[in-house]
């Protein structure tokens, strides 16, 4: 089964300031990387697949990068409506398996 | 619009079964991978099960291996997850989840219905 460690566990951003969010395979996933935010008592919503594809809606704000082993999900200016738990997930193998969430609240 | 819209949750005693249903609309239900998703209180996600738009081929996590079947009928538009052998560790909230391009990726989820494992 292929691991998924997101760091860190919690990220503390000023609104309109940058949030990087990072996420490491424990081996190779090619792009195979999605990402997802989660508000509290809602279903996750998909914001990247590709490892770098907005999904349908998604602002550009938001940007996916990475590619191999490690990956990064960007805030580039976070709104209030951007505070969240945010998880990736690998889809090379099965199990898919997610990383355990970062949650990013306000500072 | 896409929706998914699970029922079925509830309390079960353990060693008990349960089935979940998922009603889809909003789109060509039988061209798409569907799956179940869980995540226990306050804990991350997990992939339970996939399966393919013809229901042919399906995916199990390791923990429901042998208790959970994951089965569809197109003809219905609806998902099923069949839960065996049920354990304190299966209460979570399931989310019935729509594949994009049956890749494991979500592109659309229920609201969830809750499973709660206890006597």
């Known amino acids: 089964e292929i691991v998924m460690t997101q760091s860190p566990a919690t990220l503390s951003v000023s609104p309109g300031e940058r949030a990087t969010l990072s996420c490491r395979a424990s081996?190779?996933?090619?792009?195979?990387l999605a990402w997802y935010q989660q508000k509290l008592g809602q279903a996750p919503r998909l914001l990247m697949y590709?490892?770098?594809t907005r999904a349908t809606g998604i602002p550009a704000r938001f940007s996916g990068s990475g590619s191999g082993t490690e990956f990064t999900l960007t805030i580039s200016s976070l709104q209030s409506e951007d505070f969240a738990v945010y998880y990736c997930?690998?889809?090379?193998?099965?199990?898919?398996?997610f990383g355990q969430g970062t949650k990013v609240e306000i500072k | 619009e896409v929706q998914l819209v699970e029922s079925g949750g509830g309390l079960v005693q353990p060693g008990g079964s349960l089935r979940l249903s998922c009603a889809a609309s909003?789109?060509?239900?039988?061209?798409?991978?569907m799956g179940w998703v869980r995540q226990a209180p306050g804990k991350g996600l997990e992939w339970v099960s996939g399966?393919?738009?013809?229901?042919?081929?399906?995916y199990y996590a390791d923990s429901v291996q042998g208790r959970f079947t994951i089965s569809r009928d197109n003809s219905k538009n609806t998902l099923y997850l069949q839960m065996n052998s049920l354990r304190a560790e299966d209460t979570a909230v399931y989310f019935c989840?729509?594949?994009?391009?049956?890749?494991?990726?979500?592109?659309?989820w229920g609201q969830g219905t809750l499973v709660t494992v206890s006597s």
């Open positions: 989840a729509k594949q994009h391009s049956g890749n494991g990726v979500v592109d659309y």
């Open positions: 909003g789109f060509t239900f039988s061209s798409y991978a």
């Open positions: 399966i393919g738009g013809t229901g042919i081929s399906a």
């Open positions: 081996q190779s996933i090619s792009s195979k």
């Open positions: 590709g490892a770098s």
């Open positions: 997930q690998q889809y090379n193998n099965w199990p898919r398996t």
